[in-house]
Nanobody
């Protein structure tokens, strides 16, 4: 069974850090580009960044550049999102998704997780 499971969300104060994990099972995640999205209350889902199958990172929004980094541990079939200098506007449900290409294309994702909530207090 194919599964993508996010974890690591929680409540953090502004300026703090969190590391989210995206654990894949039922497929080899390093064959895919793994993307991180988020959806804030009342807003549309937003693509943030991804890591390609060759471990290149691509950012899709300027708001997280310099603060968020993505990495993968192929031995654990897991991708991580390190989030530093968090701001209240980063509050959202964070999703990871697997797609064949490292481009922002919601319809091009093959597998989605159910999300993990990040709440940044001011």
């Amino acid at each position: 069974e194919v599964q993508v499971v996010e974890s690591g969300g929680g409540l953090v104060q502004a300026g703090g850090s969190l590391r989210l994990s995206c654990a894949a099972s039922g497929f080899t995640s390093d064959d895919y580009a793994i993307h991180w999205f988020r959806q804030a209350p009342g807003k549309e889902r937003e693509g943030l960044l991804c890591i390609s199958s060759s471990d290149d990172s691509a950012y899709f929004v300027d708001s997280v550049k310099g603060r968020f980094t993505i990495s993968r541990d192929n031995a654990k079939n897991t991708v991580y999102l390190q989030m530093n200098s968090l701001k209240p506007e980063d509050t959202a449900i964070y999703y990871c998704a697997a797609g064949l290409l490292p481009v922002l294309n919601y319809d091009g994702m093959d597998y989605w997780g159910k999300g993990t909530l990040v709440n940044v207090s001011s």
